[in-house]
C-alpha cells in the first residue's frame, strides 16, 4: 500500500474542487492509486518524463511515484482543458521550464520515512 500525499499545488487544487467530486475521488485514489498506481494510470512523455497521470471521470491527476518509499507525490488535480492556459499539463511544462516542479515534491517529502 501506498501512502499519498499532496504538495501544496495538489492540496490547492483539490480544495478547489467540488465537496462532492472531492469524497468521490479521494475513494478511487485510496482504491486505485493507493494499491497499484503503475496498473492504474499512464506514464506521461516530454518535460513530464516520470510523472503518471490518472484519468476519473473528466478529471486528471499528475502524480510522481516513489517506490523506495512507498509514497505517491500528487502535484495536480483538474479538468483536462483544451485550453492551454488552464491544461494542468501544460501547468506543470511552465513549471518543469523554471525549475520549480522539483522543489515543489522534495518540499512535500522532506522528512517523510517509509512507513513501517
Excluded: C
Excluded at 467530486?21 to 506521461?44: F, I, M, R
Excluded at 483538474?78 to 492556459?85: T, V
Amino acid at each position: 500500500m501506498y501512502t499519498i500525499k499532496l504538495t501544496e499545488n495538489g492540496l490547492a487544487d483539490v480544495k478547489a474542487l467540488p465537496r462532492n467530486v472531492k469524497n468521490s475521488l479521494k475513494a478511487e485514489l485510496l482504491e486505485k492509486l493507493a494499491t497499484d498506481p503503475y496498473n492504474h494510470s499512464t506514464e506521461l512523455s516530454s518535460v513530464l518524463r516520470g510523472w503518471r497521470s490518472f484519468q476519473w471521470m473528466d478529471y486528471r491527476v499528475v502524480f510522481k511515484v516513489y517506490d523506495d518509499l512507498k509514497a505517491i507525490g500528487i502535484e495536480a488535480v483538474g479538468k483536462h482543458d483544451h485550453e492551454a492556459q488552464k491544461d494542468i499539463y501544460k501547468r506543470l511544462e511552465v513549471l518543469v521550464e523554471k525549475g520549480k516542479l522539483a522543489n515543489s515534491v522534495l518540499s512535500t517529502f522532506r522528512g517523510f520515512t517509509q512507513q513501517p
